[in-house]
T-cell receptor, first 115, second 115 residues
C-alpha cells in the first residue's frame, strides 16, 4: 500500500523569504511523486513531478522539489515567496497496485504568504 | 485550448434526486478519473477509467456510478444523493492509462451540496 503525509496543515511565510512545504511518502518500489497547487475556486494545477534521474526537480512558477530516497521525502521549495503563491498544495504518489495511473494524494498544506 | 471541462460548476440538490455531473476532455486522453475533495481528507479517488468501456472502483466508490461510452466523456452519476456526498468533485485525465509517469490534468471542479 502507498501513503503520503503532509505533516503541516498550514504554513505561513513572509514575502521574499524561502518557503518549504513538506511531504513524505511510503510506497513499494520506485516512487513517482507529484506536486499540485489549488488556487481559490480553481482546479488543481500541476507543478512538477519526480520520475527518475536528478533528485532536484524544477517546475512551474519558480518552484522546485528535492527527492530524498533515504528520508522518503519530496519537499516543495521556492527561494523567494510571493503573495500570489498563497494557495493549497497537494503532494501525490502514484498508486501501484492496479497498474493504472492512479494517484494517491496527501491531505494538503495551506500556504499563506504574508506581505 | 486543451482542457478538462465539468458541468455544472455548482449544484444544490435534495436527498434522493438523481443527478449527473459531466466531464469532458479534448486531448484524446486514455485515462480519466473522478475525485472528491473534503477538508482535512485531501482528494480521494471515486472511480477511474483506463479506456472506453473500461471502468473500475477507486477508494470511495459507494453511492456513485460512472460510464465511459466515448473516449472524451466520463460522467459521474449519483443515483440517490445523500448529504454525506456534499463535496467538491474533480475530474482528471491523462494521456496514457498506465506507466505511472504521466501527468494528470484536472477540471475546474463541481461544488455539490445535498440537502
Amino acid at each position: 500500500a502507498q501513503s503520503v503525509a503532509q505533516p503541516e496543515d498550514q504554513v505561513n511565510v513572509a514575502e521574499g523569504n524561502p518557503l518549504t512545504v513538506k511531504c513524505t511518502y511510503s510506497v513499494s518500489g520506485n516512487p513517482y511523486l507529484f506536486w499540485y497547487v489549488q488556487y481559490p475556486n480553481r482546479g488543481l494545477q500541476f507543478l512538477l513531478k519526480y520520475i527518475t534521474g536528478d533528485n532536484l526537480v524544477k517546475g512551474s512558477y519558480g518552484f522546485e522539489a528535492e527527492f530524498n530516497k533515504s528520508q522518503t521525502s519530496f519537499h516543495l521549495k521556492k527561494p523567494s515567496a510571493l503573495v500570489s503563491d498563497s494557495a493549497l498544495y497537494f503532494c501525490a504518489v502514484r498508486a501501484l497496485q492496479t497498474g493504472a495511473n492512479n494517484l494517491f494524494f496527501g491531505t494538503g498544506t495551506r500556504l499563506t504568504v504574508i506581505p | 485550448e486543451a482542457q478538462v471541462t465539468q458541468n455544472p460548476r455548482y449544484l444544490i440538490t435534495v436527498t434522493g434526486k438523481k443527478l449527473t455531473v459531466t466531464c469532458s476532455q479534448n486531448m484524446n486522453h486514455e485515462y480519466m478519473s473522478w475525485y472528491r475533495q473534503d477538508p482535512g481528507l485531501g482528494l480521494r479517488q471515486i472511480y477511474y477509467s483506463m479506456n472506453v468501456e473500461v471502468t473500475d472502483k477507486g477508494d470511495v466508490p459507494e453511492g456513485y456510478k460512472v460510464s465511459r461510452k466515448e473516449k472524451r466523456n466520463f460522467p459521474l452519476i449519483l443515483e440517490s444523493p445523500s448529504p454525506n456526498q456534499t463535496s467538491l468533485y474533480f475530474c482528471a485525465s491523462s494521456l496514457f492509462a498506465s506507466g505511472g509517469q504521466d501527468t494528470q490534468y484536472f477540471g475546474p471542479g463541481t461544488r455539490l451540496t445535498v440537502l
